[in-house]
């Protein structure tokens, strides 16, 4: 007895532990997460065009920096936690990365090191208890308070921290109002 199967276009018919499997023609790049996805791009080619994160993000023309920013956080964040997505549940981790913000004496005070992994983009007096989660700021930023995770949740401290160094530059575009033109007036 003969059995024929149509395999799709990009597949192939393969024997998976006795069960034949359709599988990727090319291979499945096996290098961790954090040195496949190095930029926005990456993170989008490793969700693929059909993701539904990547259709919003492409219907999205004239967002303003924020929200722009913020769908791009949504697709670093699927690409990096690999399927993995918070369930919201109490004996649930998840992490987020973290971010300090300085006074101009404080930032005068680091060293020259420091200094390059600081983004300048607040003013004055500002705190930060949990990055995108939890912030409190006055004067230049605004008043922001929440208790819970938000969608940009990673499943490791790892990946919090990879990203929160990795995307700073989207991460200050999301937190912090831009400085445009108009300001300056």
């Avoid at 034949?20 to 291979?27: G, I, K, M």
């Avoid at 790049?29 to 539904?52: I, S, W, Y």
């Amino acid at each position: 007895m003969e059995i024929r199967i149509d395999v799709p276009a990009g597949k192939k018919a393969e024997w998976v532990n006795g069960v034949l499997t359709l599988v990727d023609e090319t291979p499945k790049d096996n290098r961790p997460v954090t040195e496949r996805v190095k930029t926005f791009e990456d993170a989008v080619r490793e969700l693929g065009d059909e993701h539904p994160f990547v259709k919003e993000w492409h219907l999205g023309d004239g967002l303003s920096a924020d929200l722009e920013a913020y769908l791009k956080l949504r697709i670093i964040a699927a690409a990096l936690n690999e399927g993995w997505e918070p369930k919201f549940t109490t004996d649930e981790y998840r992490y987020f990365p973290w971010f300090v913000l300085y006074t101009e004496e404080e930032y005068n005070e680091l060293s020259d090191e420091d200094k390059t992994l600081v983004v300048q983009r607040s003013y004055f007096y500002s705190y930060s208890y949990g990055g995108v989660a939890f912030v409190y700021a006055d004067y230049d930023s605004s008043y922001t308070f929440s208790a819970g995770g938000s969608r940009l949740a990673f499943k490791n401290s790892d990946l919090a921290k990879y990203a929160g160094k990795q995307f700073i530059e989207i991460y200050a575009d999301f937190v912090f109002k831009p400085k445009c033109e108009s300001d300056n007036k």
